[in-house]
């Protein structure tokens, strides 16, 4: 191998480690904010909210609104269909 072609494949290997190493912190980062979020449900329920509901709330909230209401009315349409009004 010719000294420029290990040269090449050094840079490389320094920056795919750099990549790697960048991934890894984002995923510590990403586990210490959902064990924050986990107390924040935690916090809730100790004072008398129920988690899931909250979850569900966080989740519509995401959605945009014609999605949001476009799923609400087929769950509505089902549930009619299953007699569960």
């Known amino acids: ?38 107390d924040i449900y935690n916090e809730a ?6 988690a899931k509901m909250l979850r569900q709330i966080v989740r519509l909230r995401k959605m945009k609104p014609d999605d949001r209401r476009e799923m609400e009315a087929v769950l509505e349409t089902y549930k009619a269909a299953m007699g569960m009004d």
């Open 1 to 38: 191998m010719t000294k420029g072609h290990n040269s090449r494949n050094g840079n490389a290997d320094d920056r795919l480690r750099l990549l790697v190493e960048r991934i890894e912190r984002m995923e510590e980062e990403k586990k210490g904010i959902g064990d924050d979020i986990k």
């Open 45 to 50: 329920r100790m004072t008398g909210y129920d």
